[in-house]
């Protein structure tokens, strides 16, 4: 339900998710059209939320694997995020390992 503010986002954070929102963490939230992303976030002494509508397009949105309610992202992910980057789309180099070089 995207119509949850602070007091609804917090609640789903702490009793639904099992996290502290008093913490360091920011929590996203996206809407079923993935074009509304709302960002939520325990500052000293209050919480903050941020609000981002796309005009055209649609944000990049991991597929929600079972048994997992989160995932984490660094804040250059979430940069690229906000920039329209899918994040779940590219996939690095295998990773190698050789027992000997000849």
Request: hydrophobic share 45%; proline share 3%.
């Amino acid at each position: 339900d995207f119509r949850k503010s602070i007091g609804g986002l917090s609640a789903l954070v702490e009793q639904e998710l099992g996290l502290n929102p008093f913490g360091d963490a920011l929590y996203l939230f996206i809407n079923r059209r993935r074009d509304k992303l709302k960002a939520l976030y325990w500052h000293r002494n209050g919480f903050c939320l941020w609000y981002k509508r796309l005009e055209a397009e649609r944000f990049a949105w991991p597929a929600i694997e079972a048994g997992e309610a989160t995932c984490v992202l660094t804040m250059k992910e979430l940069e690229w995020l906000l920039e329209g980057f899918d994040l779940w789309a590219a996939k690095p180099h295998k990773a190698l390992h050789y027992q000997s070089v000849t």
